[in-house]
């Protein structure tokens, strides 16, 4: 199987939704189940099926959607951690709402307070820290919804039967000019 037909519909979709999934405000609608990782996988599927001069099968859009999936949470990412450290810069503390927090449980052990305490000091790598944790979750959870969304896409989008060859347009040649009359 050639899925090198897969990577140009991937890219758009991926990058599509991972920049409006961290775009702040229109980051909210992935709130909706993942609307925009969803469609991610469904625009990135219909990209595939326009493109493809066969039938489309729904492993096929699957595969996109795993692929479109992984591709948005790197960008996602990419595009927080500047995000992430312009609102540190500009004045959400990261590391006083954390010792805050710490303070309201009590119960929490003097060593992992501790540890804590160390992690969350420096806004930075706070920030570091809750976008690399924030990158295995979207690793998993977009490629998983993306899937969703190609599968859609495909079952929307894709009208042949598998195995039906789009045939291109024939082309009438317009009739040859009359012959000139006999002299």
């Given amino acids: 199987m050639n899925d090198a037909g897969l990577v140009k519909p991937a890219l758009v979709g991926g990058v599509l939704l991972g920049v409006l999934s961290v775009i702040p405000g229109i980051h909210l609608v992935n709130c909706f189940c993942c609307a925009w990782v969803?469609?991610?996988?469904?625009?990135?599927?219909?990209?595939?099926?326009?493109?493809?001069?066969?039938?489309?099968?729904?492993?096929?859009?699957?595969?996109?959607?795993?692929?479109?999936?992984a591709i948005g949470a790197v960008v996602d990412t990419l595009f927080s951690i500047p995000l992430q450290f312009l609102m540190a810069r500009l004045g959400s503390n990261i590391a006083e709402q954390a010792r805050h927090t710490l303070d309201a449980f009590?119960?929490?052990?003097?060593?992992?307070?501790?540890?804590?305490?160390?992690?969350?000091?420096?806004?930075?790598?706070?920030?570091?820290?809750?976008?690399?944790?924030a990158l295995f979750f979207k690793l998993v959870v977009y490629p998983l919804m993306a899937m969703l969304g190609g599968a859609v896409g495909v079952a929307l989008f894709e009208k042949r039967r598998p195995g039906e060859i789009m045939q291109p347009p024939t082309v009438i040649p317009p009739p040859p000019p009359p012959l000139p009359p006999p002299e």
Avoid: N
Avoid at 114 to 132: N, W
């Fill in 106 to 133: 009590p119960e929490i052990p003097a060593e992992a307070r501790d540890l804590l305490g160390r992690i969350f000091s420096d806004a930075g790598s706070a920030s570091l820290l809750l976008v690399t944790v």
């Fill in 38 to 69: 969803i469609g991610g996988g469904v625009v990135a599927a219909h990209l595939l099926v326009k493109a493809s001069p066969v039938a489309v099968t729904l492993g096929r859009g699957v595969a996109l959607g795993l692929l479109t999936g």
